[in-house]
């Protein structure tokens, strides 16, 4: 009963505070053109069991997220998680039935189609982001042992697990602010069982989102899709991504286009579009340094160094901050990228440029203005525009990639969900000793005028 009275609690909240998202959805949806040239692959954890699903035709996907930075779920994760499954619940119902009067049969219908697996056009996902650091927001219960296995400079895609264990200093001083005992006993367990740290990740997560749904009575357990890493190992040389990355670093007046997304002069050309990877695994865009030299038109060569760098703190202790341990310095041929393999040279491309693979026709953003990066949203949707008019990135079609700007939505800097007590949006989902103190927040949602 408590849990339906929260999903309750949460929807109408919701529905009163952020109905101008709803509004915006329905428009969206009512001349959404269908794309069926693409077939998407999605995975989920069912009762611990990694489950593929493959999706073409009629979806209007929304993009949602969790972090591959700690194993634990977040009160910040969850409360992106749950906000996707309302903005896509409600968005199929009112498509389907008319923005009219919210009446108690309305809300009552849409609990239960919150507690149900998916259906109707709107379909929520995550993207998560497989090249960051494994310990990139220093909150990661495996810190010690990340460094002392010389991963801390690693993407998560690389990361194995048969080195790693519970850091007990960081288990005993962040218990109840960022970690649990049970959340603990939880990666403790999932380490035993998984080779590759982002499986165990996931299924960590989708352990504790199968707990959630049930007590919130909302089905969390969206699918999940890992860029870039997994999708250029999983390309050929012709995939969509490969395209990218090789057409975007075809010539000078091609890059200098990329940084103007970026809102940086070629000046000094020192911000890498693609980040090459060192032969010792090092992958982080933290710690990576980068020159671009040209000859003339022609992309000549990418210098690239990896320097031992601070991430960035969490929420609890400032000063407590992780260091991707990195010293590698290398040069990467122009030829290499501009005719590129991943198996050759493999790199991480900027967010701004992989995102447009993403599926997504909405997105849903973590308290952009507070929390968030401003700049990553407008480089997001600048390179959307400048492909759009002037073909920066040519043949997108060929792939089926639509350059419309995706609905942009954002959870309200201002009422973040936040530990009851310690006020971090970092702290584990587990550390919430009652969960109604979160629903109590209420879930309000911003739309991102474009």
């Known amino acids: 009963m408590l849990s339906q009275n929260l999903a309750k609690m949460i929807l109408e909240d919701f529905l009163k505070n952020s109905w101008h998202c709803v509004e ?3 428009k969206a949806l009512s001349i959404f053109e269908v794309n069926d040239k693409r077939e998407f692959s999605f995975y989920h954890f069912r009762n611990g069991k990694k489950c593929e699903i493959r999706l073409r035709g009629p979806h209007f996907f929304l993009r949602g997220s969790v972090e591959y930075s700690n194993p634990q779920l977040t009160v910040e994760e969850v409360q992106g998680i749950i906000a996707a499954r309302l903005l896509e619940v409600c968005g199929n119902y009112f498509h389907h039935h008319g923005l009219s009067e919210i009446t108690w049969d309305d809300i009552n219908e849409i609990c239960e189609l919150l507690r149900n697996p998916k259906e109707g056009i709107v379909t929520s996902f995550l993207l998560n982001t497989d090249d960051i650091e494994p310990d990139r927001y220093s909150m990661n219960p495996l810190r010690e042992s990340i460094v002392e296995s010389g991963q801390s400079a690693f993407p998560s895609a690389y990361v194995k697990t048969s080195m790693l264990k519970i850091d007990e200093n960081f288990a005993r001083k962040y218990d109840g602010t960022l970690i649990s005992q049970g959340e603990i006993e939880l990666i403790r367990r999932r380490l035993e069982n998984s080779n590759s740290y982002v499986e165990m990740v996931d299924a960590v997560k989708y352990e504790q ?10 089905d ?3 699918p999940s899709m890992r860029m870039p890493i997994e999708t250029l190992q999983r390309e050929d040389a012709n995939g969509l991504l490969h395209h990218i990355i090789k057409d975007i670093h075809r010539s000078y007046s091609s890059i200098e286009d990329a940084y103007r997304c970026m809102g940086r002069s070629m000046k000094k050309r020192t911000t890498l579009l693609t980040v090459p990877h060192s032969v010792k695994g090092y992958g982080s865009k ?24 601070p991430l960035y703190p969490n929420a609890i202790d400032p000063e407590d901050i ?8 290398f040069m990467v041929e122009g030829e290499a990228l501009t005719n590129y393999k991943f198996k050759e040279t493999p790199s991480s491309p900027q967010f701004f440029l992989y995102s447009l693979a993403s599926p997504e026709n909405a997105a849903l953003w973590h308290g952009i203005g507070a929390y968030g ?12 525009k400048v492909c759009l008019t002037n073909a920066l990135i040519r043949g997108l079609d060929v792939y089926g990639v639509s350059l419309k700007t995706p609905l942009q939505f954002n959870l309200s800097p201002k009422h973040m969900w ?7 949006i970092d702290a584990s989902i587990g550390c919430v000793e009652n969960l109604e103190d979160l629903a109590k ?10």
Request: charged share 30%.
């Open 322 to 329: 992780s260091m991707a341990k990195a010293e590698d310095e």
């Open 220 to 222: 969390l357990c969206l």
């Open 286 to 309: 933290r710690a990576a340094r980068g020159k671009i030299y040209f000859e003339g038109e022609e992309l000549k060569s990418v210098k690239v160094s990896y320097q031992t760098t």
């Open 24 to 26: 915006e959805l329905v």
């Open 373 to 384: 990066a401003e700049k990553l949203l407008e480089s997001y949707t600048s390179i959307r």
């Open 209 to 218: 989102m199968e707990q959630l749904s049930e007590f919130f009575e909302i």
């Open 441 to 450: 927040m209420g879930m309000k949602i911003e739309h991102i005028p474009l």
């Open 418 to 424: 936040v530990h009851p007590k310690h006020r971090n």
